[in-house]
């Protein structure tokens, strides 16, 4: 690819970085005890949580695995689970 | 596209950042631009955001961004508000948005100088207690009795002997006419308070307590936890002031003994370690209940 | 069309900015630099000149202000001087790095300590390797015409580099002479409005300022130096395309002065030049073989023009109006290094001269002509740099 002028360039091309690969363990959401409140996405530091029509889909391409989700969630409804390697 | 990569795509800060695993900073600048939208330019000086969020063609931003150097953040949006003025492009603003160091430290000449001359500026400092990026080294803004790389504990010291720079009342007193202080503990606060700022002109400014796993030492599930925390105890006050006036605090709930704050963070480990630091945690339970009585933090008048 | 008025210096610089419409300028005092800002300041206070006007703290953030006007896409300009302009250096670099288009004037004076308000090269000098372009400049006319042609330069798509106009202080800033005026219309259709590739749009989110690995690092300085490289030769068409306009060529990269047939040519830059003019004037009606190239690009380096001159001569010598300390002259430097290897190249002597502004004069270019040509008569060397009009008497 060649060097932009100045170095300047399109913002938003973050996505060709996988930051999943740095994830250890992997939260896994528990649809029966889910409330679709929403903490989840609003704590994630990577944006790595969205909630679609009340369907909750976590990005594992993004989710680094630190647990914010799964320590905020008002009914423990998320686990972090080993990543197997 | 399936629904995950049109969510992928609605945030104006996008993943694939690379900032440390439950960092308070990235929280905070994620519900930052959710609170502004897109018609913001942004200027970021150097900093762990600079560094986690603009690797040569792997940008997060989806609102224009820019990095000049170190200590000039401010005057590099004054010179974006300068050009934006005189082109008429009134719609879109300014803001700022950098750590403590550049913020109490290295830039501190140069944001005193965009408050002065009132520049419609929108400064937010989040604030995570040290130079984080080269490894946690002493900023104006890291608390008394934290150990730092720069200030560490050690047989004889017990960290940082000093006081954090009170940054809001220093900005206020430039006759700003929005400060506030938020914490990602409070992620609507948070953008509530940004929005706030946004309807006014002039030089603003919100101080953002975030939490930093790796500098402070916690475990990364813990941010909001120790933000929380932070707050009850009294050590980190969350108000607003509106043209020099105080116009609102969030109350503590049920107030906590600093040392449930400070026991939590590797940062403050030395004062529990031994007996030795038994004075300075009733010096720091002091300056919490200072706040609590400057900033009329209780629920209750004489609550103490 | 023009008209001709006689002005100060520094008003001259103040017209010049002001015929070319910037939309930001940034202002900080520091002497001798200061009636720039002060001339412009007036215009504005009358209505005359319609730009924000940023009153900053400190020279770091006069430059970062219009770094960040200008990746704005506004057209932006600020004056300093000395220790100003070393305050500045940081963001010059940056600014560079990041091909930002601004103009500067930077009024050459002394280097602290002891500190001095009295002229040299020193402040300019040290900015030297920071990606911006310089040029120097001799008179109030030369002034007023590269601050018009400086614009354009730093603005063509192709370069995109911060320009530094570099005059010095107090005998330019500060004297009366004789200037004429281009016509708005002229300098309006010589300079269109500023056109940048980038700008801060968000409509068009780009990210500038990233950090940048080893994989691409060095492809960005090299473009920077390409982009210089490239310059040389645009900046001889803008001054031509100007000279077309006004009448008035000053030269393109260099001014070479009476030197056919020379065996000693005097490189100078700056103020200087003028006095060196008037000797050379002097020497050749004595029959001596003497000229001068008065380098006004400093910054590219403009090497093959300065070669296709004095490659005939004996010697050169180079009046260096600063000094690295630990070693030489700076231009003496970039002249030999670029001889280097050249078996028909003219010796090259540096003359460290007009230190904190020490006079130079006549005399004392007739003293320098006078060792050029003993080191030519005897094949001896020159004990160099050669510090000229040192008073050895008061060194301890």
């Known amino acids: ?85 | 596209m399936s629904l995950q990569q049109i969510a992928r795509k609605e945030a104006l800060f996008f993943s694939g950042h690379r900032a440390c695993h439950g960092c308070g900073m990235a929280l905070a600048v994620r519900h930052i631009l959710k609170a502004t939208g897109k018609n913001v330019i942004v200027v970021t000086p150097t900093g762990c955001l600079e560094t986690f969020a603009s690797p040569y063609g792997y940008s997060p931003w989806q609102v224009p961004w820019i990095h000049h150097l170190f200590e000039n953040a401010p005057s590099i949006a004054s010179g974006v508000a300068a050009a934006l003025k005189a082109q008429g492009r009134d719609s879109v603003r300014v803001l700022v948005i950098a750590g403590d160091g550049s913020t109490f430290d290295i830039g501190f000449g140069a944001l005193s100088g965009m408050l002065e001359r009132g520049d419609d500026v929108l400064y937010i400092c989040t604030d995570n207690g040290a130079y984080m990026n080269t490894g946690g080294q002493r900023s104006g803004a890291s608390p008394t009795y934290s150990s730092t790389t720069t200030d560490p504990a050690g047989k004889e010291s017990l960290g940082k002997t000093q006081m954090m720079k009170d940054l809001p009342a220093i900005v206020a007193a430039h006759s700003a006419p929005y400060v506030a202080t938020a914490s990602v503990a409070f992620l609507k606060d948070l953008q509530k308070k940004v929005k706030k700022a946004m309807l006014y002109h002039g030089p603003r400014y919100i101080q953002i307590d975030t939490p930093c796993p790796s500098g402070w030492g916690f475990p990364p599930e813990r941010t909001l936890e120790i933000g929380r925390t932070g707050i009850d105890c009294g050590l980190v006050p969350i108000f607003e002031m509106e043209n020099g006036k105080i116009t609102s605090t969030h109350k503590i709930k049920k107030k906590i003994p600093v040392t449930d704050y400070l026991k939590a963070q590797t940062r403050f480990g030395h004062l529990f370690s031994d007996n030795r630091g038994q004075a300075e945690l009733d010096e720091i339970q002091a300056m919490a209940d200072r706040n609590i009585e400057r900033y009329a933090l209780l629920r209750e008048s004489g609550n103490k | 069309m023009s008209h001709i008025q006689v002005v100060e210096g520094s008003e001259a610089v103040a017209l010049a900015v002001k015929a070319c419409r910037p939309q930001v300028i940034s202002a900080y005092p520091i002497s001798p630099q200061t009636h720039i800002v002060e001339w412009i300041a007036k215009m504005i206070a009358d209505g005359e000149l319609d730009t924000e006007y940023v009153r900053v703290e400190s020279e770091f953030s006069a430059a970062s202000v219009i770094s960040g006007a200008s990746a704005t896409a506004s057209r932006s300009y600020t004056a300093s001087s000395s220790q100003g302009l070393l305050l500045m250096t940081e963001v010059l670099y940056a600014s560079a790095g990041l091909r930002l288009p601004f103009v500067i004037t930077g009024v050459n004076r002394a280097i602290s300590a002891p500190i001095s308000i009295q002229v040299d090269h020193q402040d300019t000098i040290s900015l030297r390797d920071s990606g911006v372009i310089q040029f120097y400049v001799e008179s109030s006319q030369e002034v007023y015409d590269t601050h018009i042609a400086a614009f354009k330069v730093a603005e063509d798509p192709k370069i995109l580099l911060p320009v530094m106009v570099c005059m010095d202080g107090w005998i330019l800033t500060h004297s009366y002479e004789r200037v004429s005026f281009m016509e708005q219309e002229e300098v309006g259709s010589f300079l269109p409005p500023f056109q940048p590739v980038n700008f801060l749009d968000v409509n068009d989110p780009k990210t500038w300022g990233s950090y940048a690995e080893d994989d691409v690092l060095m492809e960005f300085k090299y473009a920077i130096h390409e982009a210089m490289q490239y310059a040389k030769g645009r900046i001889k068409e803008i001054f031509s395309e100007l000279a077309m306009i006004t009448g008035r060529d000053h030269g393109g990269l260099i001014e070479a002065y009476r030197t056919e047939g020379a065996e000693v040519i005097l490189m100078a830059m700056g103020s200087m030049a003028g006095t060196v003019k008037e000797a050379v004037d002097e020497l050749r009606s004595q029959g001596k073989k003497v000229g001068l190239v008065k380098i006004r690009c400093y910054r590219p380096f403009p090497f093959e023009d300065i070669w296709d001159v004095i490659k005939d001569t004996k010697i050169v010598g180079v009046m260096d109006a600063n000094f690295s300390m630990g070693s030489e002259g700076a231009v003496a430097t970039d002249l030999k290094a670029k001889l280097c290897g050249r078996p028909d190249a003219p010796l090259v002597l540096d003359f460290i001269t007009g230190l904190g502004g020490r006079e130079v004069n006549k005399g004392t270019i007739r003293e320098i002509v006078q060792k050029a040509e003993e080191v030519l008569n005897s094949g001896l060397p020159l004990h160099e740099p050669h510090w000229v009009d040192l008073n050895p008497a008061i060194l301890p």
């Open chain 1, 1 to 85: 690819m060649k060097i932009t002028l100045g170095a300047v360039v399109k913002g938003g091309t973050s996505l060709d970085y996988k930051t999943g690969s740095w994830r250890d363990q992997r939260p896994v959401i528990h649809e029966d005890l889910c409330k679709a409140c929403g903490q989840c996405e609003m704590v994630c530091p990577d944006n790595a949580v969205y909630v679609v029509d009340e369907v909750y889909i976590i990005d594992y391409d993004y989710c680094k695995g630190c647990g914010l989700c799964a320590y905020e969630c008002p009914t423990d409804a998320i686990e972090m689970v080993p990543e197997e390697k």
